[in-house]
């Protein structure tokens, strides 16, 4: 059964990665309806003994899980926050899972072999990008993005990509010295863990060099402390092992960077240059409006907006900093819990490494062991994230977090028997199993009408694209029946009605479409308030109707939202210009140019000076008659 669960678990990994790492919520789904199946399977092995994982590290991961999932609960936009619904259910699965059914270190060895795998793909499609500079997702309907030379492998991000390959590359640097392997296995753990840097090089990510450094350092110190206990065969054996893969790896690293201009200049920028800091401020006026429960589950999505300068036209999703976006959404609680749940795991990490190599018994005749490689793997990889976390978003993005998950229950039960483990606590930590189906229930009720108004929002979505605009009103039309409290589907509609009205010739049918968009975009407004296509389609649909005042109103509240934004102001001006407010528009016009020159403005601006002349001339002719 365990080979089972391990095939499922690797199968919802493997899922996720190639839908770009689940980023959008309609990728992310089909992996935690894996994740549930396993949550229900696992009742088969409910009462089949296992290592008991540490209750206080069980206790900390509840309490911080509750207050999260309570915020989440009680967020403003419903919407917004079901990504982090998801995904905070997801990961809890897969912790749960690890930390009380995959204790035996030989199963969680079959998964770390599997991550080194799925780099080597990763890495394989990443090098092609670096040669050739092509992206090519595995599915058609997955947007490219385009990074340059940078890899990004089956990602749609290379820092994503980074925080995939630094976590797998210092657990296959683990299994190398640490583990009780054979010595191919050992060759092919290295040759995965040198593939995986050499992969980091060539994403460019300046915070994955960074974090790497910080996990490669503290896999050093964590080797040194265990190398301190081993007998003088031992000792050397790890040494000599630790010193060739390290020249291995700097030898690489070195190769790619002298011949690659680009990765050189971003290294060198290494401390400026960025946006990031920007975005930091933003979060920091976010936070201010309310700093101990923060303003709710993906509520930075606006905020971003509202805070943003001038000189950030684009939308900053994220903070690109896990701490300050936890500390802006969820507050001073929720930024407390999250260091408290990884000071607690840290911990209960480190207090196990020195069980394994001073007090275990058969550590005083063999020091080598799968529990101590992943141990000191898993001490490693987190020490990367402890750092990546403050320049990108990696716990924002289902896969990776998905795969900390793993690295946080191989700490919470490093798989052997742990001393003064009392009987209360563990027949505590057992019943605690009966919470993974019970969230697998939960997955599965909530996600299947999510997962069809995701998918009819995409059809909808690619269909309007495509200005197939009859078909995007039909998906949106069959999403809303089954999934009616999902904004999107309401603002694609909205959006596509508009779009035919202008298409129509017969002003009757144009009327009732751009009425049946408002309707639309109505309903959408009342569901997520401060979207701002949603505020400029039912803007641009009252327009339609010549219903200039009313309209103003929202292009108004639009602009409250999303102040900076030179298209916004670019839309408010066309607005005006078709009221017949020219001196308004004027000014407006001129606003949009000086946030960011755009030629719709300059464009604008030159259609104004006609109206006007127009409009001189009618008057003209007017007092001749």
């Not at 080979?3 to 992310?28: H, N, P």
């Not at 936070?287 to 943003?308: D, E």
């Not at 793993?406 to 505590?428: H, K, Y």
């Not at 607005?575 to 030629?599: M, V």
């Amino acid at each position: 059964m365990n080979y089972l669960y391990i095939a499922l678990l690797v199968s919802a990994l493997v899922v996720v990665e190639l839908l770009i790492g689940g980023t959008r919520l309609l990728f992310s789904l089909p992996s935690y309806g894996i994740l549930a199946l396993v949550s229900f399977l696992s009742l088969y092995s409910f009462r089949r003994p296992q290592v008991s994982a540490n209750l206080t590290c069980l206790v900390g991961t509840g309490v911080f899980v509750v207050y999260v999932i309570a915020r989440i609960l009680f967020s403003p936009v419903e919407y917004l926050a079901r990504t982090d619904l998801f995904m905070i259910l997801g990961g809890l699965m897969f912790y749960l899972f690890v930390a009380l059914y995959l204790t035996v270190p030989k199963y969680r060895f079959i998964f770390v072999m599997t991550l080194l795998v799925i780099a080597l793909v990763h890495v394989t499609i990443g090098g092609v990008q670096y040669l050739r500079g092509e992206r090519f997702p595995i599915f058609d309907f997955i947007e490219k993005v385009d990074y340059g030379l940078r890899a990004t492998g089956l990602y749609i991000c290379p820092n994503h990509l980074a925080g995939f390959l630094e976590v797998s590359a210092l657990m296959g640097l683990s299994v190398v010295c640490w583990s009780r392997q054979s010595f191919w296995v050992k060759l092919l753990a290295g040759y995965g863990a040198v593939i995986c840097a050499v992969g980091i090089v060539l994403s460019g990510s300046r915070g994955g060099y960074l974090s790497t450094f910080a996990g490669v350092l503290t896999f050093g110190i964590l080797s040194f402390l265990a190398i301190r206990r081993a007998h003088r065969q031992q000792l050397w054996i790890s040494a000599i092992g630790t010193v060739v893969v390290a020249a291995v790896l700097f030898i690489g690293i070195a190769a790619v960077f002298t011949r690659h201009y680009a990765l050189q200049s971003r290294a060198s920028r290494m401390f400026s240059g960025d946006v990031r800091t920007e975005i930091w401020k933003i979060a920091v006026e976010q936070f201010k409006l309310s700093p101990l429960q923060g303003t709710g589950a993906g509520t930075f999505q606006y905020y971003g907006r509202l805070f943003r300068p001038p000189s950030l036209q684009a939308d900053p999703e994220y903070v690109h900093n896990d701490y300050l976006q936890l500390l802006a959404e969820y507050g001073i609680i929720g930024l407390v819990g999250g260091l408290a749940f990884l000071g607690i795991h840290i911990w209960f990490g480190l207090k196990a490494l020195n069980y394994l190599v001073t007090e275990r018994p058969i550590a005083r005749y063999r020091l080598q062991s799968d529990a101590l490689a992943i141990n000191i793997g898993s001490l490693s990889a987190l020490a990367t994230y402890v750092v990546h976390s403050v320049l990108d978003f990696n716990l924002h993005i289902p896969a990776n977090a998905l795969l900390l998950a793993f690295v946080f229950g191989t700490l919470a039960n490093p798989g052997v028997m742990m001393p003064r483990i009392t009987e209360t606590s563990g027949r505590i930590t057992h019943y605690l199993k009966l919470a993974l189906p019970a969230l697998g229930v939960w997955i599965a009720m909530a996600g299947s009408p999510t997962f069809l108004g995701e998918l009819f929002a995409e059809k909808a979505r690619q269909a309007f694209r495509g200005e197939h605009y009859k078909e995007a009103i039909d998906f949106a039309t069959i999403g809303l029946s089954g999934s009616p409290n999902n904004p999107y589907l309401h603002l694609y509609e909205g959006q596509a009605r508009s779009s035919l009205a202008e298409s129509l010739t017969d002003p009757d049918a144009a009327r009732r479409e751009f009425t049946a968009a408002v309707d639309a975009f109505r309903k959408g407004i009342k569901l997520y308030p401060q979207e701002q296509w949603m505020l400029i389609g039912l803007a641009s649909a009252l327009d339609g109707l010549g219903q200039f005042g009313e309209a103003r109103t929202v292009y108004e509240e639009a602009i409250k939202w999303n102040p900076s934004s030179a298209p916004i102001h670019l839309y408010f001006a066309t607005h005006l210009r078709l009221a017949g407010r020219f001196d308004e528009a004027e000014r407006t016009y001129k606003k949009s140019l000086e946030l960011y020159w755009n030629i719709g403005a300059v464009r604008g601006l030159e259609l104004l000076a006609k109206a006007r002349a127009d409009n001189k001339s009618v008057s003209a002719d007017q007092q001749v008659q």
